[in-house]
């Protein structure tokens, strides 16, 4: 069984930074593709990263490029997003995801989600 | 950027309807790459269609995705207590990739 469980979210200040860990099991993490995807709350949903199977690319929206990396550990088969210069509007659910595909991508299995909380 | 638009924003429907769910995107979708997902209350997506019309692992028949271009439909032939939940679609045919801001079907 696919499973997805992500850590790391918490209360943060503007300004600052948080890394969030998604543990995979039950599949090949290494065969994937893997994406983060957040949900404000009570919005819709968002694409905010994804990375190829190795590590060697990665890709990020307008919307927080420049302040989010994302990585990945196959040794480990963990997945990473280190988010710096965190906004108020930042402030959502963040869901790690198999990714489909690198570049044209649906997203095959979700995690549970960690919550995000950007606020003085 | 792609914009998807939902409609209705809600569907009240009782159990054993049809329901019919629409998603409009601003431009076409390459190569018919749309998916539809079901959110509950405090649970993550689950993917239902992908490629406008394939029902993903698992998924009932009941579900079913139609439509190419910029009009795309999921339709649900009887509904199921377990199918009342919020739903998106989602064009990754061109990037970056966009949601729609999903239709709710309730319970009448």
């Known amino acids: 069984e696919v499973q997805l469980l992500e850590s790391g979210g918490g209360l943060v200040q503007p300004g600052g930074s948080l890394r969030l860990s998604c543990a995979a099991s039950?599949?090949?993490?290494?065969?994937?593709?893997m994406s983060w995807v957040r949900q404000a709350p009570g919005k819709g949903l968002e694409w905010v990263s994804v990375?190829?199977?190795?590590?060697?690319?990665?890709y990020y929206p307008d919307s927080v490029k420049g302040r989010f990396t994302i990585s990945r550990d196959n040794s480990k088969n963990t997945l990473y997003l280190q988010m710096n210069s965190l906004r108020a509007e930042d402030t959502a659910v963040y869901y790690c995801?198999?990714?489909?595909?690198?570049?044209?991508?649906?997203?095959?299995?979700w995690g549970q989600g960690t919550l995000v909380t950007v606020s003085s | 950027e792609i914009v998807l638009t939902q409609s209705p924003g809600t569907l009240s429907l009782s159990p054993g309807e049809r329901a019919t769910l629409s998603c409009r995107a601003s431009?076409?979708?390459?190569?018919?790459?749309l998916a539809w997902y079901q959110q509950k209350p405090g649970q993550a997506p689950r993917l239902l269609i992908y490629?406008?019309?394939s029902r993903a692992t698992g998924i009932p028949d009941r579900f079913s995705g139609s439509g190419s271009g910029t009009d795309f439909t999921l339709t649900i032939s009887r509904l199921e207590p377990e199918d009342f939940a919020v739903y998106y679609c989602?064009?990754?045919?061109?990037?970056?990739?966009?949601f729609g801001q999903g239709t709710k079907v309730e319970i009448k």
């Open positions: 039950g599949f090949t993490f290494s065969s994937y593709a």
């Open positions: 990375i190829s199977t190795i590590g060697g690319s990665t």
């Open positions: 995801a198999t990714a489909h595909d690198f570049w044209s991508t649906y997203y095959l299995n």
């Open positions: 490629g406008a019309s």
């Open positions: 989602q064009q990754y045919g061109t990037s970056p990739g966009t």
């Open positions: 431009q076409s979708v390459s190569s018919s790459y």
